[in-house]
């Protein structure tokens, strides 16, 4: 497989003028600029990959969603004040959900290491919630 050649490599690549060529913003051995958001996007997937390799059977089945906020009206059943996830059961052909909101977490995070903590321990205990199981039995390290 041939990979397309770089568009700033070719002639035909000019800047907002047209006179000069254009470069690519980053460089090409510079990282881009991660937002905050992007970065939580990361740390789930890493946390989803992780619960996937130890329990492939539970993970598969459930559908995963990061939103910003909880909806603003909550249901008469939810008795928590600051929800961080909701877990979603399957019904009538729709896969079982676990949905994780970002700015909550994010808010009550210090720290990036925290902030990775906090996902995996949301993620182990919507998972055994949906299961009928202990988080313990999912992953030891839950709460630790």
């Not at 946390?47 to 390799?53: E, K, T, V």
Request: hydrophobic share 40%.
């Amino acid at each position: 497989m041939t990979q397309a050649p770089l568009p700033w490599l070719e002639g035909t690549y000019r800047d907002l003028h047209g006179r000069g060529t254009r470069r690519p913003t980053f460089g090409t051995r510079l990282p881009r600029a991660r937002t905050r958001a992007g970065i939580f996007d990361a740390l789930v997937a890493a946390q989803i990959r992780r619960l996937n390799m130890a329990w492939p059977q539970l993970v598969q089945p459930v559908q995963f969603a990061v939103e910003d906020v909880p909806a603003s009206d909550p249901l008469p059943w939810d008795n928590e004040p600051c929800a961080l996830s909701h877990a979603f059961a399957a019904q009538h052909a729709i896969a079982a959900r676990i949905v994780l909101y970002r700015l909550p977490m994010q808010s009550k995070a210090h720290s990036h290491l925290e902030l990775q903590f906090m996902i995996r321990d949301e993620l182990t205990l919507r998972l055994a919630e949906l299961y009928g199981r202990h988080p313990e039995d999912i992953d030891p390290s839950w709460g630790l």
